[in-house]
C-alpha cells in the first residue's frame, strides 16, 4: 500500500548524507554498534487517514516522518553541523517531492529535535494524499 511511494522517497532522498543509506519503515537503522555510523536517515510510513470516500473508493492521507539521527554520544560541533546541513537538504528536497503530477508533501509543523533511546533525532512530518479504488 506504502512501498510504492516509499521507494520513490528514499531515491528523492538517497544523497541527503553521502555513503550512508536512506533507511525504510520497517528497517532499524544501527547508531550503537562498533564502526556503526554517527549519523542516519530513515523514511517511515505512519498510517493513513480516510479523508473522502466514495462507494468504490477512498481518498487516503498518507502520514510520513522523516527522521535524521545523530548516533550517543558523538554530538561534537562537526558532526552537529553536519545533520542540520543534512536536515536542511531533507527539507528541501520534500519540499520539491510530487510522486506524481498531483501529489506533492503537506509539510506539518517541525518539532524540536528530541532523543530517542541513546540517539538524538530531528523530524519532518508529512502527508501525501492519494486514491484507492476497489478492483
Known sequence: MFEHTEAKLKAHL???????????TFDEPDLVSAGAPDLA???????A??????????????RWAIYLYVGPGR??????ADASAAFGIALSRLLTFEPDRLTFADLENI???????????????????DVARAT
Request: proline share 9%.
Open 14 to 24: 538517497a544523497d541527503v548524507l553521502p555513503g550512508h543509506p536512506v533507511h525504510g
Open 111 to 129: 518539532p524540536a529535535p528530541a532523543y530517542d533511546g541513546p540517539a538524538l533525532r530531528l523530524a519532518l512530518f508529512f502527508t501525501l494524499s
Open 41 to 47: 536517515v530513515q523514511v517511515v510510513w505512519l498510517g
Open 75 to 80: 554530538g561534537g560541533a562537526d558532526l552537529t
Open 49 to 62: 487517514a480516510v479523508s473522502d470516500r466514495s462507494r468504490r473508493a477512498v481518498k487516503l492521507a498518507h
